[in-house]
């Protein structure tokens, strides 16, 4: 009868340990699980790979969003194009945005030198690195505010929206707990349609931002020229000469990635593309 109890009590001690086995089995597989999804969901920096943006849309889709939020001084609408995490982060409220965020810039310009893609992850959203030049118009001047603002744009595609990690260019600190989360939809986050850019719009681009460099920002203007133009002309040259000209026509060559530019003082200017805003100048 001894017997029999004791093997009855072993029974059940041995159903309690498989039960205990299985049920730490079942949490063990949760947690590896878990871990695995958050591992995926995070935004791999160090495999992604940084390069120019090579289509004109998206070049210019990313500055009408900076663009945007700098002109903004609507509090609510420069906080509803920020990153959740940014604002979590570094706690920005509707009533401080303007001097965190924007440093308490409100209503200036922003002209986009340079539109980087970082392919984070094909099946979520791409991750843009911009850097440009904030401007004031003045009654009478333009005033250089900042010539080397730089931000992240996050786009997700599959909602149409967007958000932004202002004043960085630093992916690896900005997105280092970013995960595949959808950028939720509000009526200031929405994806800016842009049309189709020819070879007159880009012309036009290229040479109105070579002026703007001529009397704004005269060393980045004449670092643009080749070293023949440099030979010819010096930094005043350049200042009389176009200074104060706008585009007459333009040509574009495609085997040599050329827009030929006449101006209106009939002189000719060949903006010699290199990548979307990265050009240089070489004059007749």
Known sequence: MK???TEGNNNKVYIIIIILLVLFGLMLSSVLMKE????ENKIDIEKSSTRNVADYI???SIQNIINKFIFSNNAEEVYS?????YINEEGITQDNVIELAKKGLIGMNYKCQKVQENKANNRFKDVYITNGIIIENGLEDITVVDNDFKAIVLLDYDNLTFSIIPNTDNLKEALKNKKKVLIEKNKYNVLPSTGVKDYYDICLTYYNDFVFKINYLPDEAYNLLDSDSKEKVSKTDLYNLYGFTSLNSCKYDSEGATYIA???????IQFK???IMDYSVYLE
């Open 3 to 5: 017997r029999e109890k």
């Open 36 to 39: 695995k999804n958050d591992s």
């Open 58 to 60: 998206s070049f210019f």
């Open 81 to 85: 194009m920020l990153d959740g995490e």
């Open 262 to 268: 006449t101006a209106t003082n009939e002189k000719i």
């Open 273 to 275: 593309e290199k990548s």
